[in-house]
Each structure stands twice: as C-alpha cells, then as structure tokens.
C-alpha cells in the first residue's frame, strides 16, 4: 500500500455529497476526499488550472464522477481525461442516478472503468459506497503516473 | 399499358395474293382463247380456200368437160356440114362449116388452156390438134373440090373413110379425155370432200377444246373468285371487328397522318374531346391540345415521325388535352406507328387520367399526412426518451435523500428516539424505497415499448433455468419444487422474453411462497393449427379471483395489498407489453387458493414488420 491518494469526488448535490462522505467516514477510509461541484471544477482540479493552478495536485486514486451536473456534465469530463495522454490511465468510476441503457454505453464508450447505479435504500447506499472506496482506493493498484511532459 | 406492334405491319391481304394468280389465269385463259380463235380462223379460211379450191377445180373440171363435148359437138358440126355441102351444094352449109371450124379451133385453144395442169391431158391434146386440122384440112378439100369441080369429084378426092377414122380416134382422145377428166373430178372431189370432212373435225375438236377450257376456265375462275370472295368476306368480318374494337375501345383512339391531320377517331374520343360523330375527322391534331403545349408537341411530333416507335408520349412529363369548349383535362398518351390506308400514320390511344391524378393526389396527400404522423411520433417518442433520462436521474436522487438522512437521523438519533419515533422514521425510510422501485419498474416498463426489437432465435430453457438458478442461489433453503418440460425455440427479442420470464416466474415464486411446498410448472408445447408457441407458468400459490382477471395485466392493477405481497403492479403490465410486440397473447386463469396459471403465445413466423415500438400497449 503506497502513500494515500486523495479521491476526487464529482457531484454537484450537496446531499449526496453528504451521504457518500458520511459513508467513507463509516468505512474509516483515510483517503482525503476532495470535491468538485461540478465539471468545470473536476476538470480544473486535474489539469491544474483555474481556481487549483496554484494547489500542488496530486494524481487521485480514484475519480468518483456524476453524470449529470452543471455547466460541464460528468461525460464531458470523461471525455477529456481520456483524451489527455497524462489523464488517460486515471481510474473512473462514473458514480449516477441512471440505469438509462444510453448513459452506460455511451460512458463505457468513453472509456469509464466502472459505472455504480447509486441506490435508493441507505443501507445499500451505504454499502455501495464503502466497498467502492475500499476496493479502488485501498485494494486496487493503480497506474503509475505517466513520465511527465512539457507544459501541463 | 402495353404497347402496341413495334413496326409497320403488313397486312396479310389473302385477297390479294389470291388476285395475282387469278389475273394470270385469266391472262392465260385470254391468250388460249385467242389462240384457237386464231387456230379456227386459220382453219376455216383453209377450209374456204379448200372449197374455193374445190369448186373452182370443179368448175375448170366441168368447163373442161364442157369444151371437150363442145369439140366433139363441133366436130361432128364439121363433118356433118361438109357431107351437106357435099350433097346440096349450099353455100350456106360452108360458111356453117368455117364457124364450126372456128369454134373448134377456139375450144381446143381453151382445152390447151385448161389442160394446162395436166400433162397427160395435154399429151393427149397434142394428139388431137393434127388430127383436127387433118380433119380441117380433108373436109376443106372436100369443100373447095366440090365447090369447083362438083360432087363426083370430091367424093372419089376425099377418102370418107379416112374421115371416118380421123373422127374415130379423135373421138376417142377426146372420150379418153373426157374419162380422165371425171376421173380426175371425182378424185379430186373425194380428196377435197376428205380434206374438208377433216378440217371440219379438226374444228369440231378444237370446238370442244374451246368449250373445255371455257368450262375449265369457267371452273378454275370461278373457284379464284368464290376463293376471292372468301377473302374478301374474311376481311370483310375482319374490317367490321376492327370497327367494332375500334368504335367500342373506352380509350379514345385516334389516327394521325404526317401532316398532323387527324384521319380517324372512334366514339370515346368524340366523347372525350366533346366533339360530335365525324366532327373530329379532318381536324388538326393540335386543336386538341392547349394552346401552351402546341408549339413543343409541333417539334415532337416531326421528331416522332422521323424515327417513330411505339412509346408514351411526354413520358414523365404531364400532358392535358383540349375540349372543343376549352376546358382541359389530363392524359395519357401512347403512341404506335402503323400503316394506313396506304400511308404511314400514327395511331394514339388517349385516356382520361383525371381520376388517377386525383388518386395520385390523394396518395400523395396521404404519404404527406402519414410523413408528418410518423415525424410527430418519432418526436413524442423522443420526447419519451428525454422524459424516462430525467426521470431516471432527478426523480430518484431526493428519494435516495430521503431515504439516507432517515438512516442517518435514525442513527444519529438513536438514543433520543423512542419506539414510535423510530416506527415513523422507517415507514418514511421505506415509503421512499417503495417509490424508488416504482420508478425503476416504470422506467422499465417504458423501456419495453421504446426499444428496438431484435429478433433471433431465444433459447427459452437457458433462460428460464439461468432465473431458477438465481432465484434458488439467492435463496439456498427455498423448498420451491420446479417442475420444468423442454420448452420449444422461439424467435424474438432475447431480452425482453427474458424480463417476461423474470416476471412470471418472479410472480410465481413471490405469490406461491406461503406454500408449505411451493410448486412451480413450466412448460410449453407449439400449436401447428394456430400457428403459434405457448408457454405455462403454473404455481400452487395464493391464486386470484377470475373476476378480476382482466386487471390482471394493467399498469398499477394489483389484486393483493403490499402488506400481503410487495409490488408494483407494472410487472405483468410489461409482460403483456413484451408478448404483444412480438404479435403474440397473454392471459391468466386461477382460483381463489389453488394458485394460478400464467401463459403467452408468441406467433411461429417471424415477428410482424408492423412492430411499432410505441404503438403496442395493452389488449391481447
């Protein structure tokens, strides 16, 4: 187990927001979760720009990405992870209210590695979330980070 | 349409090959005739020249025989006259005497004459002559002598006895003469009689030649003509049918000449244009066109004639004709080269279109309307798809808040809440749980009639036992006895027959699960006579009251309280909804406690190409 990496975590309900940190906390995940409210945000704190420029970034172990948020969508964001050579390994899971056939495919499409239909019930909320954070941030290795380019 | 002969048609005339050969028949039956006409002229004026010839030798024969009893008449004359002069002495005798001497004289120069094709006649002429003069010459003397010296004298001078025989002789030349003479004449006669008797045959034949051919003629032209006749009434029959297909056709036909003269026209196409009997005939074709299209269809038209074809006219384009009163209607044309009354002439077959451009029309009208149908559907059904996207997204984030800070208050609270606060929490906790499964059974539901089919053959036994296996791996102490027949293959949509078993098994389990032994049949079996695949799903379970049957399948219908059995009701809505898109039936049967048997038929053909994702709801 290397040094702990923080978990991004883009959602913009504060509501699920508080649930998902409140099961991390059940599980006793010591991993910083860090959050962004919407695509723009998720997508500065990545690339290091805008209101996280100056923040020393750190490669998280896991994106936990929404689908549907303002101004840029969680697809969109997928989007240009995958598209950046630095980002592309970055693990994904797309974390959503919808079961929609479209949304799956299309995510997957897009190169998400796992898509977690969040439940109704709490307990199986609860649940959900406690063993995504203990398999990717805990279980699962991830990729190393890539040899830096030039600019960023 | 069809088009009528591609080229210019002979027309098989059999009266006129038949008038060839007639015409030389009677040619030659001309120049036969004429040829014995020319054969008995030849022989009758053979046979007149024969008569002639006949009469004519008859006539020399006879003029002969005449002068030949003249001379002997004369010289008889002579001698008798000479023995008068010679006993009387009268002078009157004498000069008698010279005149029969003359006549003679002049008879036997005939006879030289006439016997001048007869040598042997001749000969004996030459024979004759001396003693004629010899005759001439005594009886002279006799005369002279006594004349002179008297009676006594002249008969002691003259010898009557060579007188005697002088007569003699030449009597008999000349009877010689006389025998060869009719010999010859009857001869003669008999040949020309032969010749003539032959001629007279031959014409006889040739009579009877003449009146045979005149009956074979008679015959052989008369069978030409009752043969021409035939023709003629065959063509005859054949012009009336024409006539008749022609007058009759309830297309409009009219024939055009090269100048663009209309020549011909039937009934339907004085009834068409509004013209009256024959009034078209003699028009300019133009006249029958609206006054726009004259000037392109004059152009058309020369180029038809040029190299013509049977085709549409204007092909693509539309075409309308005029009415003698101006008003204009739609056409078809269709064009054919034909030959006529010895000329080439264009025949066209014009038919009123009106209807069918008003069919068209309607046509069109209608693919416009089902256009614009179809464009509203496809948008409501977008429209759908936007709808079940947000519902899955918004609607189910609160309940899932809900449903959290319940659990949340409840733990956080735990202490603080006592048994009733905590009753009131959890119906809170699973009132949003209830409502969640609701959506999702909702949103399925929606899913069912908007997806696409994608038919394939479906194993139904893999399916079916795939749900078994999870049903009883969920759930290692269910008692449930399974009872499963080999069901047949069926063709659909692999997915959704598979959530139409989930249901009913589901359904079966769910409501037979009371049971202290559960029993659950499926079994399937094909109806050949009903073209058709039906599946059971029977239980032994809580049943339902049939009079409630045709709820069964609405949406939202349920027969049990949630307190008894938990649901949505939408399951068997969607099992209906899945079976009817693939063209197939549901339907249910049960009693009250002795459980229920759940069944589907799906078609043995393939899926119906009508499938309208969002057009099947409930029925069947």
């Known amino acids: 187990m290397n040094t702990l990496r923080p978990i991004l975590l883009a959602e913009d309900n504060p509501n699920d927001i508080e649930l998902i940190l409140t099961a991390f906390q059940e599980a006793r995940l010591a991993n910083e979760v860090v959050v962004a409210r919407d695509g723009v945000d998720a997508l500065d704190y990545l690339f290091r720009r805008g209101k996280h420029a100056n923040v020393a970034a750190q490669r998280p172990a896991v994106v936990l990405l ?87 | 349409m069809v088009p009528a002969s591609d080229t210019f048609s002979e027309p098989t005339n059999p009266a006129r090959s038949l008038k060839f050969s007639l015409e030389n028949k009677i040619a030659a039956g001309f120049a036969a005739a004429l040829l014995l006409l020319v054969l008995f002229g030849a022989l009758a004026w053979k046979n007149a020249r024969q008569f002639e010839d006949v009469l004519d030798s008859g006539y020399h024969r006879h003029e002969l025989l005449y002068q030949l009893e003249g001379c002997v008449n004369h010289l008889v004359q002579i001698l008798t006259e000479s023995q008068r002069y010679l006993l009387t002495g009268n002078e009157d005798s004498v000069e008698r005497w010279a005149e029969q001497t003359r006549f003679a004289e002049r008879a036997m120069q005939r006879l030289r004459q006439l016997t001048a094709d007869n040598a042997a ?99 052989v032209v008369g069978r030409d003509f009752s043969a021409r006749r035939d023709a003629e009434q065959a063509l005859r029959r054949s012009e009336q049918m024409f006539q008749r297909l022609f007058e009759n056709s309830p297309d409009a036909i009219i024939l055009v000449d090269r100048g663009g003269r209309i020549r011909r026209a039937n009934r339907r196409a004085g009834e068409l244009f509004g013209y009256g009997e024959q009034q078209l005939a003699g028009l300019q074709l133009q006249r029958l066109l609206p006054e726009r299209f004259r000037a392109r269809h004059a152009a058309h038209f020369a180029t038809y004639f040029a190299a013509p074809r049977a085709r549409e006219m204007g092909a693509g384009l539309e075409l309308f004709a005029r009415c003698q009163d101006g008003s204009e209607f739609p056409v078809d044309i269709l064009l054919s080269p034909i030959e006529a009354e010895g000329e080439r002439q264009t025949l066209a077959v014009i038919r009123d279109i009106t209807e069918r451009r008003q069919a068209e029309k309607k046509i069109h009208s209608l693919n416009l309307n089902l256009q614009l149908q179809n464009s509203r559907l496809e948008n409501a059904n977008k429209e759908l798809e936007a709808f079940s996207y947000s519902v899955s997204h918004d609607l189910r984030a609160p309940l899932r808040h809900i449903d959290g800070f319940t659990g949340l208050l409840t733990k956080h609270a735990a202490g603080v809440l006592d048994e009733k606060a905590q009753r009131y929490l959890k119906v809170i906790s699973d009132a949003a749980v209830q409502m969640g499964r609701l959506i999702d059974d909702l949103l399925a539901f ?151 048997t759940f069944s589907f038929s799906l078609p043995l053909n393939a899926i119906p190409a009508t499938d309208n994702p969002s057009a099947s709801t409930s029925n069947s």
Request: aromatic residues 6%; neutral net charge.
């Open chain 1, 66 to 152: 929404d689908l549907k948020m303002p101004r840029i969508d969680g697809r969109e964001v997928l989007r240009q992870v995958r598209a950046d050579p630095q980002l592309k390994t970055l693990p994904v899971v797309v974390l959503t209210s919808s079961r929609e056939e479209s949304d799956l495919l299309r995510t997957y499409q897009l190169g998400c590695n796992a898509y977690v239909v969040k439940p109704v019930a709490f307990d199986d909320f609860i649940s959900a979330v406690t063993q995504l954070g203990v398999f990717w941030a805990l279980l699962n290795e991830p990729p190393p980070n890539p040899i830096p380019a030039a600019g960023s």
């Open chain 2, 121 to 219: 006649q001749q000969s004996r002429l030459v024979q004759l002559e001396p003693l004629f003069h010899r005759l001439v010459e005594l009886t002279g003397r006799q005369n002279s002598i006594r004349r002179t010296t008297g009676l006594e004298d002249a008969i002691a001078e003259i010898d009557p006895a060579e007188i005697g025989r002088l007569m003699d002789v030449m009597g008999e030349i000349i009877g010689r003469m006389e025998r060869t003479e009719r010999a010859l004449l009857r001869e003669r006669g008999a040949t020309s009689l032969q010749a003539i008797r032959n001629t007279t045959a031959w014409i006889a034949v040739g009579s009877l030649a003449a009146l045979a051919l005149v009956a074979g003629a008679y015959l």
């Open chain 2, 446 to 596: 929606s899913r069912t009639g908007r997806a696409q089919l994608n038919p394939g053959p479906v194993d139904s036994n893999s399916i079916v036992s795939a749900i078994i296996a999870e049903i009883t791996g969920g759930n290692p102490d269910s008692r449930i006895d399974w009872k499963i027949s080999s069901l047949p293959l069926v063709r659909g949509d692999a997915a959704l027959l598979r959530q139409v078993w989930v249901n009913l098994i589901g359904n079966a389990v769910k409501y037979s699960s009371r049971e202290p032994t559960p029993r659950i049949e499926i079994s399937g079996h094909v109806d050949t006579s009903a073209s058709e695949t039906v599946f059971h799903v029977r239980d032994n379970g809580v049943g339902f009251d049939m009079q409630y049957a045709d709820k069964l399948f609405g949406v939202f219908q349920r027969l049990h309280a949630d307190t008894e059995f938990e649901g949505t009701g939408v399951g068997l809505a969607n099992v209906r909804r899945i079976v009817a898109r693939h063209g197939g039936r549901t339907w249910a049967e049960g009693r009250p406690g002795e459980g229920a």
